[in-house]
């Protein structure tokens, strides 16, 4: 029912744990079973350096996130915002599909946890902190004024 690659990601889940220096930590809850999923990472210059997950979830959740923060590990911020459960699941060679909802855990958290890097860095996923030059200001520039 599940494959080789899940079973050793569940047995030997990597990247475990919690960092005490993370400046990126992200937690969901999976709407359909209740479970919850942290990931803390430590970004630099817009790379992730490391990550960590605890979960309150299944196996199938351990393993994706073991997986998941495997895949993420040296990547870009951006690169990683493109991680999905998809590539996540194929990397393990499937997950039987009364699992599948599992796997979502792991990507809405490393989603969360970059959300909250943008956050602390002042950088909006929208870009909307950056000055258009539209000529009608928005304040979201900081340009209070509206002088720019
Ligand atoms: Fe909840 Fe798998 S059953 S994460």
């Given at each position: 029912?599940?494959?080789?690659?899940?079973?050793?990601?569940?047995?030997?889940?990597?990247?475990?744990?919690?960092?005490?220096?993370?400046?990126?930590?992200?937690?969901?809850?999976?709407?359909?079973?209740?479970?919850?999923?942290?990931?803390?990472?430590?970004?630099?210059?817009?790379v992730?350096?490391?990550?960590?997950?605890?979960?309150?979830?299944?196996?199938?959740?351990?393993?994706?996130?073991?997986?998941?923060?495997?895949?993420?590990?040296?990547?870009?911020?951006?690169?990683?915002?493109?991680?999905?459960?998809k590539?996540?699941?194929?990397?393990?060679?499937?997950?039987?599909?009364?699992?599948?909802?599992?796997?979502?855990?792991?990507?809405?958290?490393?989603?969360?946890?970059?959300?909250?890097?943008?956050?602390?860095?002042?950088?909006?996923?929208?870009?909307?902190?950056?000055?258009?030059?539209?000529?009608?200001?928005c304040?979201?520039?900081?340009?209070?004024?509206?002088?720019?």
């Amino acid at each position: 029912m599940y494959s080789e690659k899940v079973m050793d990601h569940f047995a030997n889940p990597r990247n475990v744990g919690e960092l005490e220096n993370a400046n990126a930590v992200g937690q969901v809850g999976n709407a359909k079973c209740g479970d919850i999923m942290k990931i803390y990472m430590d970004i630099e210059n817009d790379v992730v350096k490391d990550v960590k997950f605890k979960t309150f979830g299944c196996g199938a959740a351990i393993a994706t996130s073991s997986m998941a923060t495997e895949m993420v590990k040296g990547k870009t911020v951006e690169e990683a915002l493109s991680l999905t459960n998809k590539a996540v699941m194929e990397a393990l060679d499937g997950l039987p599909a009364e699992k599948v909802h599992c796997s979502v855990l792991a990507e809405e958290a490393i989603k969360a946890a970059i959300d909250d890097y943008k956050s602390r860095t002042g950088v909006s996923l929208g870009d909307s902190n950056s000055c258009s030059g539209c000529g009608v200001c928005c304040h979201k520039c900081n340009d209070v004024d509206g002088e720019k």
